[in-house]
T-cell receptor, first 108, second 114 residues
């Protein structure tokens, strides 16, 4: 059974700081997703990756398949980045396994 | 395209009542997923459809839960004889046919069972 662990659980930063959120998983996967969830529940898919690195605006996601580890970085953080960031993994089926999320608060 | 739509946004019901939620996926997406999320936790997989076929169900989906996608478009999730432990956010997502296509989530239906 795949276990997905995220760290930290909660993160508070000042506007402009560089943010890193980590995700570790226990078994081989075919893809890893980073999701953003705002208060009220809506979830937005940020990245889906199976190797290497992806960048979108101020967001960067990396994955190390050998170490079973992924990171989500936010450069020049802004209060509007405040949300819960969730890592989820996809194995041989369509079923996703989710981490508990990292609650990010960026203060002005 | 308005994205994935879920209805209602909120539902308050008394224990023992039946509830039904609806999900309208993005129109060209043939895969539809239901997830459940309780406070402070990540979502948990419930079930998945490809077109009208329900291809995978979680053990979390007890016999009180049933999901349908009769014409391969919208889907319904029904919970019979609701219990307080059913209180959660029920999330629907859809994706296109290619394996590992990105998921698009709806805003969820928040269920409170009193």
């Amino acid at each position: 059974k795949n276990e997905v662990e995220q760290s930290p659980q909660n993160l508070t930063a000042q506007e402009g700081e560089f943010i890193t959120i980590n995700c570790s998983y226990s078994v081989g996967i075919s893809a890893l997703h980073w999701l953003q969830q705002h208060p009220g529940g809506g979830i937005v898919s940020l990245f889906m990756l199976s190797s290497g690195k992806k960048k979108h605006g101020r967001l960067i996601a990396t994955i190390n398949i050998q170490e079973k580890h992924s990171s989500l970085h936010i450069t020049a953080s802004h209060p509007r980045d405040s949300a819960v960031y969730i890592c989820s993994t996809q194995g041989g089926s369509e079923k996703l396994v989710f981490g508990k999320g990292t609650k990010l608060t960026v203060n002005p | 395209d308005t994205g994935v739509s879920q209805d209602p946004r909120h539902k308050i019901t008394k224990r023992g009542q039946n509830v039904t939620f609806r999900c309208d996926p993005i129109s060209e997406h043939n895969r539809l997923y239901w997830y459940r999320q309780t406070l402070g936790q990540g979502p948990e997989f419930l079930t998945y459809f490809q077109n009208e076929a329900q291809l995978e169900k979680s053990r979390l989906l007890s016999d009180r839960f049933s999901a349908e996608r009769p014409k391969g478009s919208f889907s319904t999730l029904e919970i019979q004889r609701t219990e307080q432990g059913d209180s959660a956010m029920y999330l629907c997502a859809s994706s296109a046919g290619a394996y590992n296509s990105p998921l698009h989530f709806g805003n969820g239906t928040r269920l409170t069972v009193t």
